[in-house]
């Protein structure tokens, strides 16, 4: 089951409201969804009702592999820029060991071109 962490509207006409949620990819915008996460109030002034998010259990979804929307990621690096930072280490981490792979696939080839 591929995981989505995305913003899910709710509020009424011209004045929306969203939740931030993790559902399957699968299911419709408005559908099922496994946790919230938090909420999203863009009309909102004050910073302590603009945006709420539960830093833990955004942390626990994205190690089990949760992708995050634009959207949410563009709002979670406001509210919790350690998660993201976690996120973006761990990125670079799995990006320098697939080049360090690379690197060593090329030397065996060109050794037993040698031989």
Same mark, same amino acid.
């Given at each position: ?32 969804? /496994? !946790? *919230? #996460? ?8 004050? $910073?302590? %009702? ?21 959207? /949410? !990621? *563009? #709002? ?8 993201? $930072?976690? %996120? ?28």
């Amino acid at each position: 089951m591929a995981l989505k962490i995305r913003l899910r509207p709710q509020g009424r006409v011209h004045r929306p409201f969203y939740r931030i949620v993790v559902a399957d990819c699968h299911t419709p915008r408005n559908g099922r969804y /496994v !946790e *919230a #996460l938090g909420w999203y109030n863009p009309f909102e002034t004050e $910073k302590e %009702k603009h945006l709420s998010l539960k830093e833990e259990r955004l942390q626990y979804w994205i190690e089990q592999g949760a992708v995050m929307t634009e959207n /949410v !990621e *563009a #709002l979670a690096a406001s509210a919790t820029p350690d998660v993201i $930072k976690k %996120k973006r280490e761990r990125e670079r981490g799995h990006l320098a060991k697939i080049a360090a792979k690379r690197k060593a696939r090329k030397k065996t080839r060109e050794k037993s071109s040698e031989g």
